[in-house]
């Protein structure tokens, strides 16, 4: 790992030093202060299942999952960037910002603390016009979806984007390879242990990316140890399993069909290694294969009218060996389980900065995860949202 970090930062100074040598004379230009962001609701009911109490029926994905109206959240963006490096302070307000940033209350003693407002907040730093280092809290590179509704067509969110991680704590060196070509590489916290790390461990991520006019293609890894169960000296605490490493590859594109069609595709694998087991004398292996999760979505859009857009995601979320609790209905001999989820959402400008969202979602499980109005189980969800989006 030192090892690792050390080449993204003799590579990075071995670049500025030759930039710096061809622009000695030149003065650092004055920097710019920009703020920018978002503010969201939404309303939501069930056609099929319970809107109200604790029989109250949502997919297990992340936000927009609360009955009634409802709030999103409120998104404030502080850019400086100048010349040569640059700041970003992203804060959040409201359920989906504080869904968003689950992972840090850790500093508060697992109570809310200041660090549950923080999104993003890194600083960056321009070594060449290929070269950039950005250290800190950012939003993760992987996946299709983000947190910020602004940026996605759906307002309601995929569950391959859900499991996926938010954001990472770390460093991370983007190279421009060419005109079309880009790299990245990054030295992190364990996924989503944003405001400090609490492990010991790290995680290594990478991104390859190909964008032309037409669109982008980008592949996506990370990898390493996620586990919390380690005492302060390294060791496992007595009594106590370990997770094995975590490995993720996602694959994200998005690409122009014609004036009016577009195509995006994301597909996703994360197993992590059955670990081992700590009796307090011996660490033994544990047996059996690895846990975790796979999916694929497609994103079909269309846009008639500049004032108008109709988009359709398909995903297909499928878990192993009880790699996920609580999310699809798992067959109780295996521990697997999947889902189909189709999402059709309309897209309406008005005035420009605010979008209205009509939604229809349905849910379909192999097992019975969902309950209907009789609380009877049952294997779909069919429900409706109207979310507005205000941008600024």
């Known amino acids: 790992m030192k090892k690792l970090l050390l080449l993204i930062l003799c590579v990075a100074l071995s670049t500025y030093q030759v930039a710096f040598a061809q622009e000695e004379t030149a003065e650092e230009e004055a920097g710019s202060l920009t703020l920018s962001g978002s503010v969201d609701a939404y309303f939501r009911t069930n056609f099929n299942a319970p809107n109200k109490g604790e029989n109250f029926q949502a997919p297990a994905s992340s936000f927009g999952n609360l009955p009634g109206f409802s709030l999103g959240m409120a998104n404030i963006i502080a850019t400086y960037q100048g010349k040569k490096v640059g700041a970003v302070a992203d804060l959040v307000f ?26 993003q907040l890194y600083v960056y730093w321009n070594v060449s016009d290929k070269v950039t280092l950005t250290m800190g ?37 983007n190279f421009q390879l060419s005109d079309k070509w880009s790299l990245l590489a990054a030295v992190m916290n364990p996924t989503d242990m944003t405001e400090f790390n609490m492990n010991g461990t790290y995680t290594l991520g990478a991104q390859l990316g190909y964008s032309t006019d037409a ?32 490995f993720q590859v996602d694959l994200t594109t998005g690409f122009d069909l014609s004036d009016k ?15 081992e087991f700590f009796t307090g004398s011996d660490i033994q292996d544990l047996d059996g294969d690895g846990a975790g999760f796979y999916g694929f979505a497609g994103y079909l859009q269309t846009s008639p009218s500049d004032r108008f857009a109709l988009g359709l995601r398909g ?68 429900s409706f949202l109207f979310a507005a989006v205000f941008a600024f």
């Open 261 to 275: 069609f577009y195509l995006g595709v994301n597909t996703t694998y994360n197993t992590t290694s059955s670990g």
């Open 315 to 382: 995903e297909y979320f499928s878990v192993f060996n009880n790699g996920l609790e609580g999310v699809v209905g798992l067959d109780p001999t295996t521990g697997d389980g999947g889902v189909f989820a189709a999402t059709l959402s309309g897209n309406i400008k008005v005035g420009g900065n605010l979008t209205l969202i009509p939604e229809l979602r349905v849910d379909s499980m192999k097992e019975e995860f969902f309950v209907n109005k009789d609380l009877n189980g049952s294997k779909s969800l069919a």
């Open 94 to 119: 409201g359920p989906r910002g504080e869904d968003a940033v689950f992972g840090s209350p850790l500093y508060a003693g697992g109570m809310a603390g200041s660090s549950q407002i923080v999104n």
């Open 137 to 173: 809290n950012f939003n993760t590179f992987l996946g299709y979806e983000v947190i910020s509704p602004t940026a996605n067509f759906n307002y309601s969110t995929s569950y391959m984007f859900s499991y996926g991680p938010f954001s990472h704590t770390g460093l991370k060196a």
């Open 215 to 246: 669109g982008s293609t980008y592949l996506n890894f990370v990898y390493g140890d996620q586990d919390g169960k380690l005492s302060d000296d390294g060791t496992l605490i007595p009594d106590q399993s370990s997770m094995g490493k975590t």
